[in-house]
């Protein structure tokens, strides 16, 4: 009975959660005369599927799913193998030094990135890495590292240094030691921080329309903006309907990854 009030929250939270999802599912499989219709019905008197094909139709939603998914795999992995060895730096060495690259940190993370745009854009112009996905991905990197760095730091510290003490008591040089101590221990940490890398590309949009001007190289968000009318309004069938179909790869990418993270936490348990 002390559980019920837990269950009860916990359910509310899920239905929060959750009715973004239902809704959209609902306005993708509803004819533009429900949508119109001033007493919107959860479930579709008439579902079709004709949204979807307008959708697919309409925009190369295929091809822009898999340069977004080429740019958010290379951000994350790249923040990672970036930030993992610059966060072991952090955590174990100290000095005047640490305490201004984790000031630095909090800092680049309380500026508007909106100010910057202007001054991203030339840079990236005269690196020739505008309406480039490789220029996308350095963007990306760039302000998706300092979180990540701090994220990584937290998990390194909470690594004793024990046991690398230990290791090198049994002969492992410090390289070892990291690899073969350290590393696995970090598992969920270096999992936790791919799964908010991929999300953080995987959403970008404000970066990707100042670096990307071709359509051939536009990213999912991007082309989603597409979904408009001649006036500027938008087509809320195609519209839902393509949402509802880019939502599918970071739920893929997070149901795979969640299986490693909560494996990662059980290993690092035990080792620990």
Known sequence: MRRIP???ALLVYLVFLGFPLVWLLSTALKTPQEMASLDPAWIPREPTLANFA???????LVGAGLRSLVVALASAFLTVAVALPAAYALARYQGVLKRIALGWVLVSQVFPFILIIIPLFMVMRELDLVNTLAGLVAVHVTFTLPFALWMLQGY??????ELEEAASVD?????????????????PGVVATLLFSF????????????VLKDPDVMTLPLTLVRFTG????ARLGPLAAASLMATIPSLIFFAIIQRRLRSGLMAGAVKG
């Open 156 to 161: 390194v510290r909470s690594v004793p240094r």
């Open 171 to 187: 002969g492992a040089g410090r390289m070892r030691a990291i690899v073969s101590v350290v590393a696995p221990l970090l598992a």
């Open 54 to 60: 307008a959708a697919f139709g309409e925009q190369d």
């Open 230 to 233: 001649p006036e500027g309004v």
């Open 6 to 8: 837990q269950y009860a």
């Open 199 to 210: 999300i953080s590309s995987w959403n970008e949009f404000l970066f990707a329309l100042v």
